[in-house]
């Protein structure tokens, strides 16, 4: 068993994300994980990434405040413990509209 204390998750960049710190759970370099990663963003009031593809499907589970959820053809606004799936190459921004902060957890293919 490997066991991550959010207390001592590791920090990592990602890139086009802006107002918003990442934390990783599993995977990568956070556990021997080899099949998904599991990451924690949070983003502040205004914080946001691009919209981009990924060669990779991933879910998205909101945990904390409201998060938009934009593709190329529609927008979602998803609140505590919804949850969405883009599929391999579907762009996505995620962009937070309120004036409180919200976390997201993200689980992806390694």
């Excluded at 099949?35 to 963003?41: A, E, K, M, R, V």
């Excluded at 691009?50 to 904390?64: D, F, M, Q």
């Excluded at 927008?75 to 505590?80: E, H, I, P, R, Y």
């Amino acid at each position: 068993m490997q066991v991550t204390r959010y207390s001592e998750a590791k920090p990592y960049e990602a890139p086009e994300h802006y107002d918003m710190r990442c934390l990783r759970l599993q995977g990568k370099e956070a556990t021997a994980t080899d099949t998904i990663w599991i990451g924690l963003s949070h983003l502040l009031p205004g914080g946001r990434t691009s919209l981009k593809a990924a060669a990779v499907e991933k879910i998205y589970i909101v945990v904390a405040g409201e998060v938009t959820v934009e593709t190329v053809d529609a927008a979602v606004t998803l609140g505590v413990l919804d949850s969405c799936r883009l599929a391999p190459g579907e762009a996505r921004a995620l962009v937070n509209r309120t004036n409180a902060p919200a976390s997201i957890l993200l689980a992806m293919p390694t």
